[in-house]
Nanobody, 129 residues
Framework: QVQLVESGGGLVQAGGSLRLSCAAS????????MGWFRQAPGKEREFVAA????????YYSDSVKGRFTITIENAKNTVYLQMNSLKDEDTAVYYC??????????????????????WGQGTQVTVSS
């Protein structure tokens, strides 16, 4: 069974950086996009960024555009989220997601309630001021 394993979360001061990783244990389906959502305490899960598996085309939410960069390493079935200039409001559990049928932009519109192929377990990011 394919699994998504996230890593790289932790505690960082405001203005600092973290890099999240999401590794798929295998590719048993035709992947279209991989992305990240996040959920802060007491808030709904929200889209952060996604990337097209083949073209590497990224898409970002307005709240992270210019600060976060999503990249993909196809040979390792891994997607990365480089987070710079972190703010208090970036504190959340970050979830990786993969799907074979949606584009990165569609992922931002469909939101977290769509039935994506697979979700990761989540990794905590805490930004302290």
């Amino acid at each position: 069974q394919v699994q998504l394993v996230e890593s790289g979360g932790g505690l960082v001061q405001a203005g600092g950086s973290l890099r999240l990783s999401c590794a798929a244990s295998a590719r048993t389906f035709s992947t279209s996009s991989m992305g990240w959502f996040r959920q802060a305490p007491g808030k709904e899960r929200e889209f952060v960024a996604a990337i097209n598996w083949n073209s590497g085309y990224p898409y970002y939410s307005d709240s992270v555009k210019g600060r976060f960069t999503i990249t993909i390493e196809n040979a390792k079935n891994t997607v990365y989220l480089q987070m710079n200039s972190l703010k208090d409001e970036d504190t959340a559990v970050y979830y990786c997601v993969v799907d074979h049928g949606v584009t990165p932009q569609a992922m931002s519109v469909l939101g977290p309630d769509y039935e994506y192929d697979l979700w990761g377990q989540g990794t905590q990011v805490t930004v302290s001021s």
